[in-house]
Every structure is written in structure tokens, then in C-alpha cells.
């Protein structure tokens, strides 16, 4: 009876409470920072039965922070008593295909620079892109979409998508800013996607309107990544990221991609990448010759980094008119050698290996998104669903990383834990407040010259009767704790 009966009645009570007493509160305090309500609402005036965007996505963001992992888990939980909305109102709005879910990203990208930019004492880090992709593997086949990929870690193909991501390293802290959904074609014509013909007819399908932010979504799932990769890159700069680097690994860095940020011209922008290919030509020395025979004629230039424990090579070469310093890396007499190529001329090598360090951040973001925020395992058949799953997972992750930032925590995982005792915290103060309130509500029944607001009102006035029901209250909170 307490769920959603006396939710505003509780509210009410802790409006007058004080600031300490609030900080457990974290469906207002995680979103508090980003300011959803200013917002020019990128949602086309979205409102769902009564229930505005702003409360169901928000509820949906701190959804993981809460122990439940589905919102039908949330929906028959006490959490339930911040929103009257059932889980169909949750199904749509994650169905839909009018949402943008790209510009409600960058709209909490945007508020993370503004609020650290705020507390910086120090402009001057060096700030990078970072592309890389992740396997996000599925259960469903009658999932939209779904193909099979290929997974590099087991050399196998896999039921699922390809997931690519733009991060962003400020100096500090890593984000994510941007991503799309990727599928694999193959070669074998009898089986598109690696699927069976009839697999593919049993999947879902949904029609939607060509100009929809939704399209767009589904148009990006057959081409290519580097293409995808290139958008992205465009698209932070002009929302106004300071960019230095683009930091990125052996499968991206590609002549495309040099000459894509090459041409950048709102900013001076830098490639570092790792390189494969082997048939690729450059022109070093008045020679066209490719990289082993580049570092074959360089070999008595071997130096050796103490630092890094590394031996180098390191050369200039030219590729479609442009200079780029191209790098050779090996651990040890016997080591394999790497290849990175640079498009900024003034670097070091160190320098160079330590810029390109920071790309293990992305790294990191997946990992803990798949491990503590559920990336890649909502199961909906509908792929508008997996978009907003996944967009709403990074805003999760922002969150976290902007908590990790300023409460000083040593992990995101330290982040998580304590985010969820807190909220567990909060179920227990909901529950016994909600309970004060149904004491309450009896006494004036029983006694109708006593009326429920005055009295409400005559308690939270008198300091000694509001100790001592504060005391109450946080003594069973630390009994439960201690339980």
C-alpha cells in the first residue's frame, strides 16, 4: 500500500529536511549536475501517457545502481515508489523511433565538460579522441538485425553486433561521446550475416519513417566502420570538444583516417595509431617501399628507452603529400616489432608511447560497462531498444566517472558498490518515512479534530520532537546496515 500512495507525502516531509539528510537521495542527487530540464528536449515533445521524458529516462539511468538489472525487477521492487508508471511506459519509450538518442548523449558530454571545466584548476591536459570497437554478443536470433561476427579473442564467429565507440580522454577522466551498431555481411551468399535465409525471415521487423533519427541508426549497421569512425570524429569536434590526439589501434589507422583529420581545419588534430598493413608504400628517402623495408634500412639506427624498456626505430616518411613520423617498437632483442605512425612531427618517441597509452581507456570503459552496467545484454528484438539500452548505459557511465572524479574514489567499481548501498539506504529510509506518514494518517482518522498537515507540520517544527524522530529513523537505518 506504501508503494505509490504516499510517495508525495514523503517528498513533502523531505523538503524541509536538511542538506546532510538529503545525500543518500541519489534518484535527484546522480542527476543533479546535468541540468535535464533546461534542456531544448531533443525528443520531439516526447511524453508518454501522462509521464514526461525527463522522469522515465531518468529512472532508467539509475536503474543499474539499484540492484535490479530489468525494469520489470525495478517495477515490483519498494524503487517502484518514485514513479507511478508501469513497465509498458518504460517498452516504449525504449521502442520508440522518434528519440535521438545520439543528442541526448551529447547533451550529458556536454554538461560532464561544463561541470569539470568548472571545478579545473588546469586547461592546459593534453585532451584525445578514442576510437575502438567491442563485440557485444547475443542470445536471440529473432533479435533485429542480428547477425553473426567475428570474435578475435576466441577466432570464432559469434551470435551478435559489433559495437564501435568515440571516447573522450580530457586530461583526466574518459567518456563516451559517441557510438553506432555494426553487422558483418560475409562471403557466403547462402548465409547473409552468417545466418540461414529462414533465420533471417523469422526476425523481427519494424517500418520507420526514412527521416527518423531511428533510420539513420539502422543505416549505419552495413557501413564501414572507419567511415563511421570518421563521422564521429567530425561530429565531437563541431559540438565543440578541444581535441590534441586521435588515438586508435592497429584496425583503424588507415590512410582514409589520416587524411579525414588531416583536413580538420577548426582545430589542429593529431593521428597516433598502431599500423598493420603490410603492402602499403610509403615514400621514405626517395624510395616507395613498404614498412618492413623501411625498418630493414634503418636497422643501425636501433635505439634503445631505458624508461620503457623498449627498442626503437624512428624515421619520416610521406604519404599522399603529407609528412608523418612513423615509429618501430620492440621488447627485447627477439621481440616482435610494432609500427605507429604520428602525424605530429615534434614528437618523441616517449612522448609518443605515452600519449598512446591513454587509448587503454576505452579498454577499461568496456569492461566495466560490461561487467557492472549490463552493456550488451538487453535481449529485445527491437533494435531502436538496443540503441537506447546502450545510450543509456553510457549515461550511466558518465554519472559514475563524474562521482569517481570529485568523491575520490580509487575504482568505478568502488563508485558502483557504494552508489548501491546508498540506494539500499534510501529503500529502507523510503520505507520507514512512507510508514510515518500511514501512522499519521490513522491517528487523523480516528481523531478528526487532528489534522494530518498541521500535525506533520507542528513535528518538523519542534526541534526537540525532530531529533528524536530523526534518531529513530537512523537507528534502524544503522541496525538494518549492520544486519
Known amino acids: 500500500m506504501l508503494h505509490t500512495k504516499d510517495i508525495t507525502n514523503v517528498r513533502e516531509l523531505k523538503n524541509s529536511f536538511s542538506h546532510s539528510d538529503q545525500n543518500a537521495d541519489l534518484f535527484f542527487d546522480l542527476m543533479a549536475p546535468f541540468k535535464t530540464g533546461n534542456w531544448k528536449n531533443p525528443m520531439v515533445g516526447l511524453k508518454i501517457k501522462g509521464y514526461s521524458f525527463q522522469s522515465i529516462i531518468s529512472v532508467l539511468i539509475v536503474l543499474p545502481f539499484t540492484g535490479q538489472k530489468t525494469v520489470r525487477g525495478f517495477i515490483h521492487s519498494w524503487f ?55 563485440l557485444l554478443p547475443k542470445t536471440g536470433k529473432k533479435i533485429e538485425f542480428m547477425g553473426r561476427v567475428w570474435d578475435h579473442v576466441r577466432q570464432t564467429s559469434v551470435l551478435g553486433f559489433k559495437l564501435l565507440v568515440l571516447g573522450y580522454f580530457d586530461g583526466t577522466s574518459f567518456i563516451p561521446v559517441d557510438f553506432s551498431f555494426h553487422r558483418e555481411k560475409g562471403r557466403n551468399k547462402q548465409k547473409p550475416y552468417g545466418m540461414p535465409k529462414r533465420s533471417l525471415n523469422k526476425q523481427y521487423k519494424k517500418q520507420r519513417d526514412k527521416k527518423s533519427a531511428a533510420a539513420k541508426r539502422v543505416g549505419e549497421l552495413d557501413k564501414s566502420k572507419i567511415k563511421c569512425g570518421i563521422k564521429m570524429i567530425k561530429r565531437a569536434i563541431s559540438k565543440g570538444l578541444k581535441v590534441d590526439y586521435v588515438l586508435c589501434d592497429s584496425w583503424f589507422t588507415s590512410l582514409e583516417l589520416i587524411e579525414a583529420i588531416s583536413s580538420i581545419k577548426k582545430q589542429t588534430v593529431h593521428l597516433i ?46 604519404v599522399n603529400g603529407r609528412q608523418l613520423k612513423m615509429f618501430f617498437s620492440r621488447k627485447g632483442n627477439n621481440g616482435k616489432w610494432r609500427v605507429f605512425l604520428c602525424s ?70 568502488g563508485v558502483f558498490v ?4 546508498e540506494m539500499l539506504s534510501l529503500r529502507l529510509s523510503e520505507r520507514l518515512w512512507g510508514l510515518l506518514v500511514e501512522v499519521l494518517k490513522i491517528i487523523t482518522e480516528l481523531f478528526e479534530e487532528v489534522d494530518e498537515q498541521e500535525l506533520v507540520s507542528r513535528i518538523i517544527n519542534n526541534q526537540e520532537a525532530w531529533a528524536k524522530l530523526r534518531s529513530i529513523i537512523q537507528g534502524r537505518d544503522v541496525c538494518q546496515q549492520a544486519a
Open 80 to 134: 517502484s515508489c518514485v514513479i507511478e508508471a508501469q513497465k509498458d511506459v518504460f517498452y516504449r519509450l525504449m521502442n520508440s523511433s522518434t528519440i535521438c538518442w545520439r543528442v541526448l548523449l551529447y547533451r550529458f558530454v556536454t554538461d560532464f565538460n561544463r561541470i569539470v571545466a568548472a571545478a579545473s584548476q588546469h586547461g592546459n591536459e593534453v585532451k584525445c579522441l578514442i576510437l575502438d570497437d567491442s
Open 273 to 318: 595509431g598502431m599500423y598493420k598493413t603490410a603492402k602499403t608504400k610509403f615514400e621514405c628517402k626517395g624510395m616507395e617501399l613498404t614498412t618492413k623495408q623501411i625498418r630493414e634500412q634503418n636497422r643501425k639506427n636501433i635505439k634503445r628507452c631505458r624508461r620503457l624498456g623498449l627498442q626503437y626505430i624512428q624515421t619520416s616518411v610521406w
Open 344 to 413: 605530429d612531427r615534434t614528437l618523441s618517441f616517449i612522448k609518443m608511447m605515452q600519449l598512446y597509452q591513454i587509448r587503454w581507456g576505452i579498454e577499461v570503459f568496456f569492461k566495466e560497462c560490461k561487467q557492472l552496467l549490463g552493456l550488451g545484454k538487453c535481449q529485445s528484438n527491437d533494435f531502436d531498444a538496443q540503441i537506447g539500452h546502450t545510450t543509456i548505459v553510457m549515461i550511466s557511465f558518465i554519472l559514475m566517472t563524474l562521482r569517481h572524479r570529485f568523491d575520490q574514489y580509487e575504482t568505478k567499481g
Open 418 to 421: 557504494h552508489t548501491q548501498q
